[in-house]
């Protein structure tokens, strides 16, 4: 481990709330470009008091990696709450003055985490990243003021590329 890297499992735990008062009924699923989706599964007659129950800053991500290409399927959730499978694994950030949920989610969309974790996923006909293995990844955590000057040039880079990209369409059209 290199020195100022931190394991990731003293920073995170697990969540485990079920809808069982049918409260929330918007069901989203979890897509390997990282983000939250609308699902579009049949879901007549599914019995919903089951399903996980996911709030904003919390984590949710698909611990089989089998037919998820090189990518593992995990988003933070920026919006209001939702329901998901209960086949997701759901997390949340201990404490966000020594670990920032959207810092945290760049490390996730790094090329460097969708290798190790298929390079650790275990199994033979369902390869599974699980919650130990995710507990045990390694990434560098400097001081939040740090974490938050990141996430902020990261923002700006990708809203500057995203104003780009619509102006070249613009002329395209």
Known sequence: ???NYKRLGDYISPVDIRNKDLAIDRLLGVSISKTFIESIANTVGTDF???KVVKRNQFAYGPVTSRNGDKISVALLNEDECI???SYSVFKVNDENRLSPNYLMLWFNRPEFD???RYMS???VREIFSWDDMCDVELPVPSIEEQNEIVA???TIDNRIAL???INDNLAA
């Open 49 to 51: 008091s089951n399903y």
């Open 122 to 124: 275990h199994g033979s």
């Open 164 to 166: 780009k990209k619509k």
């Open 1 to 3: 481990m290199k020195s």
């Open 84 to 86: 998901i499978s209960s």
């Open 153 to 155: 040039a990261y923002k």
């Open 115 to 117: 290798r190790y974790a």
